[in-house]
Nanobody, 124 residues
């Protein structure tokens, strides 16, 4: 079965950094479109960043210039480097994967597989 397991979340001060990891197993990792989503309490799940097998990356406007999505195919791992963190970044972060072409990367319904989430908390 396909499994995605996130790690790397934690509590940091505003301006700090975290690197989230998503370890994938059970499928041909390099052929999947992958993304990070976030969900704050009482809010809908939102797309943060995505990366396609061709190397194209996508980001929500609020994190451009601060977050970087990348993947290490040899390790079957997806990363999200989060710099200059702000309190509004506080949320549960989820790793997602799609086995098909995704046009609207920010649409959570496009993804087939999800991790359990890792909490990120940024204080002032």
């Amino acid at each position: 079965q396909v499994q995605l397991v996130e790690s790397g979340g934690g509590s940091v001060q505003a301006g700090g950094s975290l690197r989230l990891s998503c370890a994938a197993s059970g499928y041909t990792y390099s052929k999947y479109y992958m993304a990070w989503f976030s969900q704050a309490p009482g809010k809908e799940r939102e797309g943060v960043a995505a990366i396609y097998t061709g190397g194209n990356t996508y980001y929500v406007d609020s994190v451009k210039g601060r977050f970087t999505i990348s993947r290490d195919n040899a390790k079957n791992t997806l990363y999200l480097q989060m710099n200059s963190l702000k309190p509004e970044d506080t949320a549960m972060y989820y790793c997602a994967a799609a086995s098909h072409w995704v046009f609207d990367w920010f649409n959570d319904q496009a993804y087939d597989y999800w991790g359990q989430g890792t909490q990120v908390t940024v204080s002032s």
